[in-house]
């Protein structure tokens, strides 16, 4: 099939980001057309001056500086979905997301849709066994990025602040119960068995891990099942049904939030905070430090592992009250360590 020429206006996007370092050729920008990751052609300049906008230079730049061989543009293209926000990005965006929360379980050679429902005794062990079946052959990290960075500052005998939550469910000690939890939801878990798995996983909180069972107890008595609100609650298929009920607009501003968030913070760990260590105790002494780096799984590159964390961290937005507005205000914190000068 013969190539349509590239038109001047292509040529012109081209120039533009070679000005800025970067090599663009058309057939690329025709990709990143087709994938919506650049609007159509006819957006790409202002109507009063027939210029290219600036935004579209630097979306052009932004794509082909993660365009690099072998490598995903990831998440990368999440955020130009989000922030073009019309029918069709959000249509794509949400197969996007949920495609991520899906994949360990494909992966594993488990269909979430296949999972046998309700409390018998054959639908529980077969859960069981589904779960157990991702774990198998798979490389368990010893610690979650907190945790990284925790041991990282210990060797530097740098003092950073106490956590202020118990370890995620990337943690070792945790994967068992949440691989059941995320196959079979909450009911698949016996909760002394989840506060023992805790307990394996941050013995240093022991007092914090005795005040969440005295909220659950209490609750309990009160008639209230506390896991049943977890975020957790349904499992993985709890977590898609989130992300397909959320209205277009909702979806695009969680991950426009989410995706935004995971770039300031990956530029402030990993290219200012080196230089400038108070920045990570500035960062960790914020509550939303635990509330989304530590609970969350925050994985600060692109790929699958990055994907699958700002898909988790979309679900929180949309479902847990308040979550959205503190990523919020930690994201202007986060703007006003970027603005300052580097050291």
């Known amino acids: 099939m013969t190539r349509t020429p590239p038109s001047?206006?292509?040529?012109?996007l081209v120039a533009a980001a070679g000005k800025l370092g970067f090599t663009i050729s058309p057939a690329?920008?025709?990709r990143w057309r087709t994938q919506r990751w650049l609007p159509r052609a006819a957006d790409w300049t202002a109507p009063e001056t027939g210029e290219l906008r600036?935004?579209?230079?630097?979306?052009?730049?932004?794509l082909a500086d993660a365009s690099k061989p072998g490598r995903s543009i990831s998440w990368i293209g999440w955020t130009f979905w989000a922030i073009d926000d019309t029918p069709e990005t959000a249509t794509r965006l949400r197969a996007a997301v949920v495609d991520a929360l899906e994949r360990p379980f494909r992966r594993a050679g488990v269909d979430i849709g296949q999972v046998p429902q309700g409390d018998t005794n054959e639908a529980f062990e077969a859960r069981q066994e589904m779960a157990a079946g991702?774990?198998?052959d798979r490389?368990?990290?010893?610690?979650?990025?907190?945790?990284t960075v925790r041991a990282g500052a210990a060797e530097a005998e740098f003092d950073l602040p106490p956590s202020r939550s118990v370890a995620n469910m990337f943690h070792q000690a945790l994967m068992d119960p949440g691989a059941r939890m995320m196959v079979g939801g909450v009911d698949d878990i016996g909760f002394e068995e989840l506060m023992e798995a805790y307990e394996a996983a941050s013995p240093?909180?022991?007092?914090m891990i005795e005040q969440i069972r005295i909220a659950?107890?209490?609750?309990?008595?009160?008639?209230?099942?506390?896991?049943?609100?977890s975020p957790m609650a349904g499992g993985l298929r709890g977590l898609i049904r989130a992300v397909r009920e959320a209205d277009d607009q909702r979806l695009c501003a969680a991950v426009r939030a989410c995706t935004k968030g995971s770039g300031a913070l990956g530029i402030l760990l990993m290219q200012r905070a080196p230089d400038e260590p108070e920045i990570l105790r500035t960062l960790m002494a914020d509550v939303m430090w635990?509330?989304?780096?530590?609970?969350?799984?925050?994985?600060?590159?692109l790929g699958m592992g990055g994907e699958a964390a700002i898909a988790i961290n979309v679900v929180y937005y949309l479902v847990i009250p308040g979550w959205a507005e503190d990523l919020e205000r930690y994201q202007g914190l986060m703007d006003t360590l970027l603005a300052q000068p580097a050291a």
């Open 28 to 30: 690329q920008l025709e």
């Open 139 to 147: 490389r368990i990290p010893r610690r979650d990025f907190d945790g």
């Open 54 to 62: 600036p935004e579209t230079v630097h979306r052009a730049a932004w």
């Open 134 to 136: 991702m774990l198998r």
């Open 216 to 229: 659950h107890r209490d609750a309990a008595l009160a008639g209230v099942d506390l896991l049943a609100q």
């Open 8 to 12: 001047a206006l292509d040529l012109a």
């Open 290 to 301: 635990d509330q989304w780096v530590r609970v969350g799984g925050f994985v600060p590159v």
């Open 204 to 207: 240093d909180q022991t007092e």
